[in-house]
């Protein structure tokens, strides 16, 4: 029997290690998938369309919204960010586990549609080693990281709303939490309504015999 994978939300503070986590959630274990957003953004230095984003116009993703081709979708800081509905079905039916690395109102949408989806808050052990983390990338400006800080004050009262909170401290260990964490969501019964259906099926035979 194929199994659908799982739709799995990681959000967390600007600089808890997301990114640098389900890097090494993908090359560890290859029943993980990464979903690549859609963006108004403009793209950073560096970054490649269709590899961290498929950047594209303001009218390109509100056609994109109209033809319902997003599962979900949010602005954030003045932007539209979204989750292409293709890529995503057609992992999960392979049996992949899909990565989503969106911000809160994109997980809420996501929870709310997909009631089977696990929602994951990454976090650094403490606030300064989140500052740590923020100024050693080296990619943003003081300002910038001034405000990314500011804003997590605001992020870290969503948190209620996600299944687990991951504390990114030892990198090797939180990628193996997180990896349990699907094993254990895996067997809980509402994502196993198959399976269970197809026992309540089979257990009826011996109704007969106790009545
Ligand atoms: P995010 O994607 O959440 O913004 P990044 O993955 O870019 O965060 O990580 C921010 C910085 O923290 C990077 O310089 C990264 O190398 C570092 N980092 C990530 N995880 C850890 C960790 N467990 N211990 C120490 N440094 C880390
Ligand atoms: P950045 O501009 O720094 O790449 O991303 C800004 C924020 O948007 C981050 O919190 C990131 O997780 C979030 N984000 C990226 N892609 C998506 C998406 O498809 N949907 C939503 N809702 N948020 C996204």
Redesign the pocket.
Known sequence: MQHKGLLIV???F?GAG?GTLVKKLISTYDHFSL?V???T?AP?EGEVNGR??FFVSKEEFEDTIQRDG?I???N??G?Y???PRAYVEQEMEKGKDVI????????L?IKKKFSESLLLFVTPPNSEELERRLVGRGTETKEVIAKRLARATEESKGVEAYDYIVINDDLTKCVEEVHNLVEAARMTPLRQREFLTQIQEELKKYQKVEE
Do not use: P, W
Not at 100 to 107: M, T
């Open positions: 990681l959000s967390g600007s997301k979903s957003s859609m963006t953004r950073r961290e984003y997003l979900e979708h949010a954030y800081c932007n960010y979204g989750t989503l690395e969106i911000e809160i109102q994109g997980a949408q």
